[in-house]
């Protein structure tokens, strides 16, 4: 009678602790981020993204948490012209002008995941609110085709800070070998800022993150 009493108390403890061990999640990704904006000011392009997690398990199905990211994105334009501004070189060639552009995002705010907490093979939706802190840097560079020298004055470039709030949406998988705390996973947002300055910039505009990573429940 002690012994069965005794496996009894022993079961029981090491399903609470299992159910201990499950209940909280945090992840690690990285990847790539992409804009999806026609705003002038939301520069096209893509360049490296990552974001943290961790949450708490709410239900069988829900984990809320917080969540952190850095997304970047960028391009660069090219153009070829015949009417150089002065001091040109007679008889020039042309000249070309580089336009540089990069804007990276911090974002800091909250993510419930909705998806089943059980099994191997773990889909889930994605569904965020944060506050995005924004940096946008440009770059503008004449060249004289002829010396190949840059024209005086240049590069010329700027620096601006902004601020907006946004949503993201999406979802991912997640693979848990079995009896194992550790996972990996890949997961796709589309993020939606509203918002920004008196001028409206940043204001509608959306960018895409495509990451993987690792995970790890206890």
Sequence with gaps: MRTRILMLALGTLMTSTAQAQSRWFASV???YSVSTSTAESFPGGGAFGSSAFI???????????????FYGVE?????????CPPPSVPGSLGCT???R???DWIQLGGTLRVGPNEGSVRPYGALGVAVYFGQRDTESTITDGSTGTVYPGFP???????????ASFGGGLDWVPRNSSWSVGISARLHALTGGDENGEYGGDTFVTVLAGVGYRW
């Design 55 to 69: 949450g708490a398990q709410l239900s069988p199905l829900f984990t809320l948490g917080a969540e952190g990211g």
């Design 156 to 166: 010329l470039s700027s620096n601006v800070d902004r601020t907006a709030v946004g």
């Design 101 to 103: 552009a990069e804007l």
């Design 75 to 83: 391009n660069t334009a090219t153009e070829t012209s015949v009417d």
């Design 97 to 99: 002008e580089t336009d």
């Design 29 to 31: 990704q990285g990847g």
